[in-house]
């Protein structure tokens, strides 16, 4: 498994898809880490890669401290307890992707209110309405927005999904509706609410995402391999 292999690859996968397109936007390609070790992630910060993601606290607390190549963006894209915010903040996140209830928004909201700090936060949606997945509905969600909008120490920068993960074309219907919701909350202009990010797109489906309107990419396997875990959890 070569990783600088890989992450060459899929960057030039990117571009293709994009001037298919005739797109000329920018993608923001998060390496998700979970699971490798810190020597893997740099190597990968070493091969091109800028953004990482983690989806679980307590892992992340034993890495992401101890890497020693720089990055630009750290990503939460997991789902966050309460009782994590803290330490998830300690992190200094670019972005919370997570952020999956009102109540998740209002305590975020204070913790950073208490140490004077601000966070930049997607809103994910749970667009296939599993109910194993976390995430507001599309019919709550512009409501959420608006009162999640009302609290100064959180910026909304966005939207997340997580697509089907049994087959990447059941995805795209669901990435379409993810696309019109971003556009129709951009145009409401809520103050506070500054739609830059869709992130939507893993490695079975990152094709389809981008066809759809997806401008952040959050990819595991096809960078690193299979995941085994166990070691690093
Ligand atoms: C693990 C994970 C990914 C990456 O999945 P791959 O299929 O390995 O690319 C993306 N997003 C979230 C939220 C994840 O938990």
């Known amino acids: 498994?070569?990783?600088?292999?890989?992450?060459?690859?899929?960057?030039?996968?990117?571009?293709?898809?994009?001037?298919?397109?005739?797109?000329?936007?920018?993608?923001?390609?998060?390496?998700?880490?979970?699971?490798?070790?810190?020597?893997?992630?740099?190597?990968?910060?070493?091969?091109?890669?800028?953004?990482?993601?983690?989806?679980r606290v307590q892992e992340a607390r034993r890495k992401i401290p101890f890497l020693k190549v720089p990055y630009k963006g750290f990503h939460f894209i997991g789902h966050l307890q309460s009782n994590k915010i803290n330490q998830v903040l300690e992190l200094k996140p670019f972005l919370i992707q997570s952020?999956?209830?009102?109540?998740?928004?209002?305590?975020?909201?204070?913790?950073?209110?208490?140490?004077?700090?601000?966070?930049?936060?997607?809103?994910?949606?749970?667009?296939?309405?599993?109910?194993s997945k976390n995430g507001f509905s599309f019919a709550e969600v512009t409501n959420a927005i608006c009162q999640i909008s009302t609290y100064s120490n959180l910026h909304i920068k966005g939207l997340?999904?997580?697509?089907?993960?049994?087959?990447?074309?059941?995805?795209?219907?669901?990435?379409?509706?993810?696309?019109?919701?971003?556009e129709e909350i951009k145009a409401l202009a809520i103050p506070n609410v500054d739609m830059q990010y869709l992130s939507m797109g893993m490695s079975n489906d990152y094709v389809q995402a981008l066809e759809e309107g997806s401008n952040m990419l959050r990819i595991g396997t096809a960078i690193f391999g299979e995941r085994s875990y166990g070691v690093n959890e």
């Open 1 to 55: 498994m070569n990783i600088a292999e890989n992450i060459k690859h899929l960057q030039d996968n990117i571009a293709d898809i994009l001037s298919r397109l005739n797109r000329k936007d920018e993608i923001t390609l998060v390496a998700v880490t979970k699971t490798h070790p810190v020597e893997i992630i740099e190597t990968a910060l070493q091969s091109g890669i800028e953004h990482i993601g983690e989806n």
């Open 99 to 131: 952020v999956h209830s009102l109540e998740l928004a209002k305590k975020l909201h204070l913790a950073l209110g208490r140490t004077n700090r601000t966070q930049d936060i997607l809103i994910q949606i749970n667009s296939s309405q599993e109910f």
């Open 160 to 182: 997340m999904t997580i697509g089907m993960l049994a087959e990447p074309e059941v995805s795209r219907p669901l990435f379409a509706r993810m696309k019109s919701l971003f």
